[in-house]
């Protein structure tokens, strides 16, 4: 649940507790100013009953609903709301307001409804102006203070250290490999936010943070077993094992592809423990009305889509991707991990893995490839299909982000990165049946 829905379903929850009593909701709301919509202020619509809606000022509703009176008025009553039952309570001077259980269904959250068994909402004023509350989901307790402003709500907030297995219990029905995992480790995070802007400061820590359980050895020594969508995009099954085929080393035939990957995908490869943690703070920072803006993946994040988790884009999928790459970190290392994932990732129809990515897009084995078709190839992982159609099968290479890549490959001498900008990306011909089937979509 975003911030703001969160606070129109406490909003609308408490206006909709305070309608129920005699009379005495249109004057308080005159009184408190929450039907004053001025220009500037933050202003919402809620629809408390069927049929009935009010256009409110969401700071003077926030201030309406933690007043005394309005919490003795709203004491021991309840609503029905899309996430669950709200009971609204008191605890001393403070407004609770408890869901339980509390369901969310939000494609960015998880493709199932999450179910949290009790979520609560405690708020008090410390002065007119500020608030001060909690928001709780099982051990996991986050504290902050929200001064009200007339266009806005400045939140500052902080989650005391807490258990990372806590944590992932409150996502258990969307995240099954936390029932089955040992989880050590403890969070700490802090930050601001101000709404409606949606501007935000995250920072995180996390010690001691380890998985057990998930079978992730297993990939060190037997075949893995993966899929690859085919030049149609449906995903066939595939199989491989560590040094047999056409298995590329990240040490000799592929450490040119490997540099190159690194430095277009994950240049912070071998300082992270699976996860970048600088980097989730930085992306938690940008959520927008569209969720999260951009993915924050690590190397080692991206083969635990590619072997376990898919590509289903929600909150939940990251949560369990971070479960297998911090497993995948003490079973595999760091070298196992970056030649399993030029081994099987997606590099176009039909094209998965370093071999295949080669030999289709240059007509060459990956220790044949200039510096520059490496960093081209790198710089298309974001978007393989895209690159396959719009610049392979046309015959016209963009090399301004091969050049990009290749300037941060630091283990090449910049005189030679110099000379490999300045060459030309010539393409081998694509196979016809598959050119000419692409090109007429």
């Not at 009790?118 to 099982?138: H, I, S, W, Y």
């Not at 037997?222 to 995903?235: I, K, L, W």
Request: with cysteine; proline share 6%; charged share 20%.
């Amino acid at each position: 649940m975003s911030p703001c829905r969160l606070l129109r379903a406490l909003a609308g929850g408490a206006l909709f507790g305070v309608l129920l009593v005699a009379g005495v909701a249109t004057v308080i709301a005159a009184a408190t100013g929450v039907a004053s919509t001025p220009p500037g202020a933050w202003v919402t619509r809620i629809t408390p009953l069927p049929g009935v809606a009010f256009r409110v000022n969401v700071p003077a509703l926030l201030r309406l609903a933690t007043a005394q009176v309005a919490q003795r008025l709203l004491d021991g009553r309840s609503v029905t709301t899309r996430y669950g039952r709200l009971r609204f309570g008191r605890d001393g001077e403070a407004l609770t307001v408890t869901c339980a259980p509390c369901s969310v269904n939000h494609p960015r959250l998880a493709a199932e409804t999450v179910t949290v068994e009790q979520a609560q909402l405690k708020l008090a004023r410390a002065d007119a102006q500020t608030l001060r509350g909690e928001l709780a989901a099982g051990a996991a307790v986050l504290r902050f203070t929200a001064r009200l402003q007339r266009d806005r709500i400045d939140i500052d907030w902080t989650l005391p250290p807490t258990d990372i297995a806590a944590a992932y219990r409150i996502f258990a029905a969307a995240v099954p490999e936390a029932a089955r995992a040992r989880i050590d480790g403890r969070l700490a995070s802090s930050g601001s936010l101000r709404l409606p802007q949606r501007r935000a400061r995250v920072e995180l820590e996390i010690e001691g943070f380890a998985v057990e359980g998930l079978g992730t050895e297993g990939l060190a020594s037997g075949p893995v077993a993966f899929t690859c969508r085919d030049s149609y995009g449906v995903p066939q099954p595939r199989r491989l094992v560590a040094g047999e085929g056409r298995w590329v080393s990240v040490t000799q035939s592929g450490a040119l592809l490997a540099g190159a990957v690194l430095a277009a995908e994950d240049q912070r490869f071998f300082e992270h423990e699976g996860y970048d943690r600088i980097e989730i703070a930085r992306v938690l920072g940008e959520v927008d009305e569209q969720g999260i803006a951009r993915g924050a993946s690590t190397i080692t994040q991206q083969l635990a889509r590619t072997l376990f988790t898919g590509g289903e884009r929600t909150v939940a999928r990251k949560l369990r991707e971070m479960l297998y790459a911090v497993e995948m970190e003490r079973t595999l290392g760091k070298r196992g991990i970056l030649a399993l994932y030029l081994n099987t990732v997606d590099w176009g129809p039909g094209i998965c893995g370093a071999d295949a990515a080669a030999r289709r897009y240059f007509g060459k084995r990956p220790g044949e490839l200039t510096p520059l078709e490496a960093a081209w190839l790198a710089s298309i992982l974001p978007n393989p299909g895209q690159a396959y159609v719009g610049e392979f099968l046309t015959g016209r290479a963009d090399s301004a982000g091969a050049v990009r890549v290749l300037r941060q490959m630091r283990e090449l001498p910049r005189a030679q990165r110099e000379r490999s900008a300045s060459q030309t990306l010539v393409f081998a011909a694509p196979p016809p049946p598959i050119a000419a089937r692409l090109a007429a979509r």
